[in-house]
């Protein structure tokens, strides 16, 4: 868990992890230059559970070196990037760990997700299925080309360490969507578990380091471009062609294809899905959101959620 100036939230997140049935090896916590009360809570933690270990840095130095710091610390087989703001929820481990069991060839498992914006609850589910189950590498593939991109709720994943240090761990240079770039990797090539449960819950806030920076455009585009040529190297040629008939770069499509139309070495990202999607969430799903009342979009949500599990 990387923490900065999450004070507020951090023991939820802290209590939630540590009070679970299955209880990890290791709590690892990388505190990235706090000037709130983060580190008394975190120490006040360690006191009650000798499994928590606290990290410093010296001064911020931003999300993903202290996610990495925890990664370079961590002695585990399954590695779960949890964010200091969010939290699990009961059973998380246990029900996440028993799945990967079952399946040992996934590359990590995943579950449905609680959303927290302001006092509303929101069950968020990713439709693809009604039984827990494993999703072979082409079976993703499909369930990418489904819906707009990406159906796996990133922060209720849990990872093998193995595979995630072949994808090249969290690259840098990929900010806040160095998580999903991994993980959409370790999918393409190993699969993954699903759990149709919302086994973990998301907060909604201004601060959220990721939301706040990728609704920058210029900000989020460096991102994609960066996304765009690493998937090209010689790493990842087994999976670039599945990014290109997914295009999984950004929850931003409206800035992914404007990204390919405005320079001709990306031209061949270009999708027909990418385009449908990137017209329908700049003009039409944007739209409704303005002009709908509240529960109107809750029933059409999950009039949407029934048919994509029936198909």
């Known amino acids: 868990m990387a923490n900065y100036n999450y004070g507020q939230y951090i023991g939820e997140s802290l209590e939630a992890i540590l009070t679970q ?9 990388t505190d990235d230059g706090s000037t709130d ?6 120490r006040g933690f360690q006191k009650r559970y000798p499994n928590l270990r606290l990290l410093q840095n010296k001064k911020n130095m931003g999300v993903l ?6 990664l370079s610390e961590a ?3 399954y590695v779960y990037p949890a964010s200091s703001d969010d939290k699990v929820l009961p059973g998380f481990f246990e029900k996440s760990m028993g799945l990967l069991i079952q399946y040992p060839q996934a590359g990590f498992s995943c579950s449905d997700i609680l959303i927290i914006n302001g006092k509303k609850h929101i069950e968020d589910r990713s439709c693809l299925g009604d039984k827990p189950c494993y999703f072979t590498p082409n079976c993703a593939v499909k369930l990418f080309m489904k819906g707009p991109f990406a159906p796996i709720c990133y922060n209720t994943v849990i990872l093998k360490r193995s595979v995630l240090d072949e994808a090249g761990g969290y690259i840098k240079e990929l900010q806040w969507s160095g998580d999903s770039f991994a993980t ?3 999918c393409f090539r190993y699969g993954f578990c699903y759990i149709p449960e919302a086994l973990a819950m ?3 806030h201004s601060d959220q ?6 609704s920058k455009s210029n900000l989020e ?14 790493p990842y040629n087994d999976v670039l062609p599945a990014f290109k008939r997914t295009a999984p770069f950004s929850s931003y499509p409206w800035e992914v294809l404007m990204v390919v139309l405005s320079d001709r070495k990306y031209r061949e990202y270009f999708s027909f899905k990418l385009l449908r999607f990137a017209l329908y969430n700049r003009f039409i799903s944007r739209g409704l959101r303005n002009i709908l009342p509240d529960p109107l979009l809750e029933l059409l949500r999950k009039i949407k959620g029934y048919a994509k599990r029936h198909s």
């Open 21 to 29: 049935s299955f209880s990890p090896t290791e709590v690892i916590v």
């Open 37 to 42: 009360n983060s580190v008394e809570i975190i």
């Open 65 to 70: 070196y202290s996610i990495n710091r925890c």
């Open 75 to 77: 002695k585990g087989d």
């Open 184 to 186: 959409n990797v370790i």
């Open 202 to 204: 998301l907060r909604v």
């Open 209 to 214: 380091y990721g939301a706040s920076n990728a």
């Open 221 to 234: 585009r460096k991102v994609i471009i960066n996304i765009m040529d690493i998937v090209r190297t010689p």
